[in-house]
């Protein structure tokens, strides 16, 4: 079985950051690929960013968080981290965590991102 905790949401002004934090706890899968997820009241679940577990690392942004958002992990960990620079109103949503092993996936709760004056 793999945890997923998450931590770091809160209330931000526009323009302003935030960092998110995920770790996934297991002590028999391999955790692979991570990301971060959103989904915003009244729509559907999307991609914010993601990355591999491998030494290439391959990083997969949204066009509309690339340049401002930068996604980072520490595999000895299982960490996941999601830099969010020059956040915006239409950024506001629930952050969900994403880990991978290589027959499932599991999410975290969600933590809430709220951008505004």
């Known amino acids: 079985q793999v945890q997923i905790v998450e931590s770091g949401g809160g209330l931000v002004q526009p323009g302003g950051s935030l960092r998110l934090s995920c770790t996934a706890s297991?002590?028999?899968?391999?955790?692979?690929?991570m990301g971060w997820y959103r989904q915003a009241p009244g729509k559907q679940r999307e991609l914010v960013a993601t990355?591999?577990?491998?030494?290439?690392?391959?990083?997969v942004y949204a066009d509309s968080v690339k340049g401002r958002f930068t996604i980072s992990r520490d595999n000895a960990k299982n960490t996941v981290y999601l830099q969010m620079n020059n956040l915006k109103p239409e950024d506001t949503a629930v952050y969900y965590c994403?880990?991978?092993?290589?027959?499932?996936?599991?999410w975290g709760q969600g933590t809430q991102v709220t951008v505004s004056s």
């Open positions: 990355i591999t577990r491998s030494s290439s690392t391959n990083y």
């Open positions: 994403n880990a991978r092993t290589l027959a499932k996936e599991y």
């Open positions: 297991t002590n028999t899968f391999t955790i692979y690929t």
